[in-house]
DNA sequence: TTATTATATTAGGTCATCCTTATAATATCA
DNA sequence: TGATATTATAAGGATGACCTAATATAATAA
């Protein structure tokens, strides 16, 4: 017998997707985390009703969530396993960074401790995910987040992406196709009128972003040199 | 949303355990599946017929289960994942074989096909665990299993141990702590009477093992060269 | 062959996690 | 402020995986 565990991944699921969006806005709207996950609004109140229950979150009708300490302790446990995971699967296994995402989602419900901890040793601890995203530390600190959203950035900024929101693989598979990847050196050329998309020059390659895509690109903006 | 499964990780546990105990009878008694695996008779009853109905398992009432063609395609997969997840533990991560059994045996129901076969290569295709068994083939095969079991050997016969039968952590780690593990030569030294304990010599140590325990250990059989 | 034992089934739960449909309550915008 | 849109809750189900207690049936040993 395993040691009997007071929720599964369903459980781990809704923390983690509550400490993701809480970044966007707090408190989190029910709405928002049951589109996230793909599930009713209905199951997302009874789940977030248990999690209550359980001292996880605390729910402001018509408000939305917020985590408790703990709450937030625990989903950064998870944030944390999901994100070496998906180092090794890119850095040790050679899997493309934009499937990893999906992958590391299962074996974060299913890794040990002792295992975690190995796995960072293994890696020497790496501070983010191939993502950009930083890595929690062991006793479930997140890490300060640097950066501003891309879509803030007005024609002629310059900046380089530092990482990108963790939403889906299909995102990160779009994004991937223009060459839009933690590292590269980007510059905004031009923003379509009535809030349109944005041009973006990468390398010397001119790719159009939806305002929607943009915002999950978090950049480190240039100095404004002139 | 991610596929939707036939079953979730409690129906591939019956299935591999089905599978390795059907190495020592067959058709398995669904009261050893059920005491293998901690849950009731009838729990484990209700489980087999549902593997029936969807065609991985035959069960011959007052008789036992079988696996069936795909049945067995499906155990043998679960089993690939975990004896390399055990080979990426010790291996990679440095964890002691007596522990990874447990931790490969969550991480075997979270890990996509793709990452198996990346996990395949990057370990070179390891022919066994670190507790000597086999590794099923990517197509779902067992290799032929070698050796006999330690229990049947007389007073003054030698062999060298092949692998350990996967039960539980706890039997891995009495073997352990007597210094029995792959590789090792051995020599039974005596045969306490009445179906009594052997004792065995491992290196320059004797140790005595019960029937049980020496029943879950193979051993490749010295020739008798006198 | 009968008595004992092993195995299976029936009946009636529990719990986590999902669903749809309908209704109630609050927020927000005009 | 009143109408509309959001959000919450209530009611009734479903499924997978577990449980105990009681009963039925087949296997086997005396
Ligand atoms: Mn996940
Ligand atoms: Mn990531
Ligand atoms: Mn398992
Ligand atoms: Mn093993």
Not at 26 to 52: F, K, N
Not at 206 to 216: D, N, Q, S, Y
Request: hydrophobic share 40%; net charge negative.
């Amino acid at each position: 017998m395993v040691q009997k565990r007071f929720f599964g991944s369903s459980a781990e699921m809704y923390l983690k997707t509550i400490a993701e969006l809480a970044h966007e806005r707090e408190p989190v709207p029910v709405t928002s985390v049951a589109d996230r996950l793909g599930i009713s609004t209905v199951s997302a109140s009874e789940m977030i009703h248990r999690l209550e229950d359980r001292k996880f979150v605390k729910h402001r009708p018509y408000k939305g969530v917020y985590l408790t300490a703990e709450g937030r302790r625990k989903a950064n446990g998870v944030i944390r396993r999901q994100r070496l995971w998906e180092c090794f699967l890119t850095n040790g296994l050679g899997i493309p960074w934009e499937h990893v995402h999906d992958f590391a989602c299962q074996l974060e419900h299913a890794t040990d401790p002792v295992v975690t901890e190995a796995l960072a040793d293994y890696l020497e601890h790496p501070a983010t995910c191939p993502h950009g995203n930083p890595i929690p530390t062991a006793d479930g600190e997140m890490p300060a987040l640097e950066g501003v959203p891309l879509v803030n950035l007005m024609p002629g900024e310059k900046g380089v992406i530092l990482r990108i929101h963790p939403v889906s693989e299909e995102l990160v598979k779009h994004l991937d196709e223009r060459g839009i990847s933690p590292g590269r050196e980007i510059e905004v050329t031009e923003i379509a009128p009535f809030n349109g998309p944005q041009s973006i020059e990468v390398g010397d390659e001119i790719h159009v972003l939806g305002r929607e895509v943009a915002a999950h690109v978090m950049v480190q903006q240039a100095a404004d040199t002139r």
